[in-house]
């Protein structure tokens, strides 16, 4: 099982990223996929979820300037980020979820400067 995330990187705050997770090994479908983040010294977080059906949750300090989205003929679920702003800077996480089974992606940088 693999998921690989890509698409952070360095932006001016302001600015735009897309992240994408793309999963193998698993039947993406059945899964619920989430975006976490963790700052340094802090515990991961839950960004962003959609759920088999297509519904979202996102976190508090994200709504209304992410938004997560999935292609399952892709196996992939990508994270838009807008409006970004330095307390965005992470590390981004990847996760799959379903049953007792979950799994994690190694995490993609994110840096937004000032």
């Known amino acids: 099982v693999q998921l690989v995330e890509s698409g952070g990187g360095l932006v001016q705050a302001g600015g735009s990223l897309r992240l994408f997770c793309e999963a193998s090994?698993?039947?993406?479908?059945?899964?619920?996929m989430d975006w976490y983040r963790q700052h340094p010294g802090k515990q991961r977080e839950l960004v962003a979820r959609i759920t088999t059906g297509g519904s979202t949750v996102y976190g508090d300090s994200v709504k209304g300037r992410f938004t997560i989205s999935r292609d399952n003929a892709k196996n992939t679920v990508y994270l838009q980020m807008n409006s970004l702003n330095p307390e965005d800077t992470a590390v981004y996480y990847c996760?799959?979820?379903?049953?007792?089974?979950?799994?994690w992606g190694q995490g993609t940088q994110v840096t937004v400067s000032s």
């Open positions: 996760h799959a979820r379903w049953l007792t089974n979950e799994y």
């Open positions: 090994g698993i039947a993406f479908s059945v899964y619920t």
